[in-house]
Structure formats: structure tokens, C-alpha cells
């Protein structure tokens, strides 16, 4: 990790932090001694978050055909890493709330974000090869390095969204982060992601999805974000055109276990239930 990194994290660090709540939930599910019921005492004591979470875990997107009344059989049900996951998931967005950004579009960046986890997690049942929940988690996290790099280096991060649509520029943006800064956004968030104790599962994911030679650890899983990423980032189609999806890694279709003709499907669910998550998630009430 370069110095340049540490730096902007460090910073980033004084204005933003994962609540306490989800660091002790990404601990006790870390450790073998921990039970289920422990796990739902802890979230219990946060009722802003125990909500989103019984609100999600009754949604479309865990099936909403089970009534889940509780923290406890919700811990239950889902299991103790799926809640870790979900209440990293509920948490993630708010963390940012209130940090300046004069770059881009937040709402446009979480959108983004969104359709990628979507996406992820209905590739991930495709193929069978990584968890739907991990996948949603690490798809919505996947750019946050983008967020510290607008906060914390506004004019670098410009010059180089520039450099991706000046002149004859085919410049991907983290290639431009790259050209201009000597890291990206990616580099950013999995060292934010590091500071934060999260899973190294979540760190791969964030730190190689856009570079799936340079992956050693979890590489099914970030094959995952690769594909979804660069599909998030074009125009909705139910088919991407063949040329759009030449940007995606011969290496990923084959970790992944997908092939362009099998994600149609993936594609039009997760288009589906966007506007939906989009509420649960980022709803202004709890």
C-alpha cells in the first residue's frame, strides 16, 4: 500500500467511521464462541439499524415469505454471516451521509453501486460459485474508494474523469486514476475497507475487481464484481452489446463459471427489484 493511500484514508478516517455496532457484529461473527443469540443482543441495542434490518429481511430480497419478527430469528433464518452482511449492507450508504462532494452525482454513485450489487448477487445464483448476500455486500461496496478520493482529492479526481472523455481517450476511470495519481479508487477502498476490519472476502472484492490478474485470494467472488461492475456500467439492455462486454476478463467469465449468454436472466431481476432496494436501503425513515 502506498503512502499516498494510507494518507487519504487515515484522513477520510477522522470524518467517518462504521458504527460500533457493526464492528463488534463483524467480530463475535468472526469468532467461533459467539451465538446466534449474542449476535441479536448486539444489534438489539441499535434500533435504527435492528429495523432496517427486519425491514430488508421481510423484503423480495430474502423472499418475503417468511414473517421475520425479530432480530433473533432473523439471526436465525439467515444465519450469523448473512446478517453480518446485511447489516453491513443497511449501514454502508449512511456512513457517507453528510461528507462533501462536489465531483459527481451521490445519487448517481449509489445507483450505480446498487445495480452492480444486484446484479452480483443474481450472477452469484447463476452460477453457484459465491454467496447471493456477500455478493450484494461487495457490490455495493466495491467503489468506496471512490467517495474518499471526491472528498479527499476533489481536483485530482476531476482531472482525471476528464481524462476518460477528452479527445480520442479510451481510458477507463481507474486507468486514468492510475495515469494521473499512480493508484485508483479500488487501491482506496480496499485499504479503507482493511481500516475497517472487513471480511478479506469484501477486501479482494473491492481491491480486484477492476484487475483480476492481480487477484490471489476469493478470485471467484471478485470475478463476480468484474462482470457485474462493467455491466452496471452501461445503458440497461437485457443483452449487452458483444463489443461492451469484450471489457470484461476472459479470466473472470472462467473463475465465475458464467458465460455471456447465461446472464440475461441475472440482468432483468436485478433491473426489476432497483427501485425497491433502492427504497429500502436509502428510505429517509427507518
Same mark, same amino acid.
Request: a negative charge.
Given at each position: ?15 467517518? *467511521? =462504521? ?11 468472526? *469468532? ?17 439499524i435492528a429495523t432496517r ?9 430474502? +423472499? +418475503? ?7 433473533? $430469528?432473523a439471526v436465525t433464518v ?5 446478517? $453480518? ?32 450489487? =444486484? ?63 499512480g493508484y485508483d479508487h ?60 469484450? $471489457?470484461? *476478463? ?37
Amino acid at each position: 500500500m502506498s503512502a499516498a493511500v494510507q494518507a487519504l484514508v487515515d484522513d477520510i478516517g477522522e470524518l467517518i *467511521s =462504521l458504527p460500533e455496532v457493526v464492528l463488534k457484529i463483524n467480530e463475535m461473527v468472526n *469468532s467461533e464462541d459467539t451465538s446466534a443469540a449474542e449476535i441479536a443482543e448486539v444489534i438489539s441495542h441499535d434500533p435504527a439499524i435492528a429495523t432496517r434490518i427486519l425491514k430488508v429481511a421481510n423484503s423480495s430480497m430474502y +423472499g +418475503g415469505q417468511r414473517q421475520i419478527e425479530s432480530i433473533t $430469528r432473523a439471526v436465525t433464518v439467515l444465519g450469523t454471516k448473512q446478517i $453480518r452482511d446485511l447489516v453491513l449492507t443497511t449501514t454502508a450508504a449512511r456512513v457517507f451521509d453528510g461528507i462533501s462532494n462536489e465531483v459527481i452525482s451521490v445519487e448517481d454513485f449509489w445507483h450505480h453501486s446498487l445495480y452492480c450489487a =444486484l446484479l452480483a448477487s443474481e450472477l452469484a445464483k447463476v452460477s453457484k460459485r459465491a454467496n447471493a448476500d456477500t455478493m450484494f455486500t461487495a457490490g455495493l461496496l466495491h467503489d468506496i474508494g471512490h467517495l474518499v478520493m471526491f472528498n479527499q482529492i476533489p481536483e485530482e479526481s476531476t482531472a482525471a474523469i476528464l481524462l476518460t472523455i477528452q479527445g480520442e481517450s479510451s481510458l477507463e476511470p481507474y486507468q486514468a486514476e492510475q495515469q494521473i495519481l499512480g493508484y485508483d479508487h479500488a487501491d482506496v477502498g480496499a485499504s479503507l475497507a482493511k481500516q475497517w476490519h472487513l471480511p478479506e472476502i469484501l477486501v479482494s472484492c473491492i481491491g480486484f475487481h477492476h484487475n483480476m490478474d492481480a487477484c490471489e485470494e476469493h478470485c471467484e467472488a471478485v470475478a463476480h464484481i468484474h462482470i457485474a461492475n462493467v455491466i452496471a456500467s452501461l445503458p440497461y439492455s437485457d443483452i449487452p452489446d458483444a463489443n461492451d462486454l469484450e $471489457r470484461i *476478463s476472459a479470466k473472470a467469465w472462467a473463475l465465475a463459471h458464467l458465460n455471456p449468454d447465461e446472464i440475461g436472466d441475472a440482468i432483468r431481476e436485478a433491473q426489476a427489484h432497483i427501485s425497491e432496494t433502492q427504497s429500502l436501503l436509502f428510505g429517509n425513515g427507518d
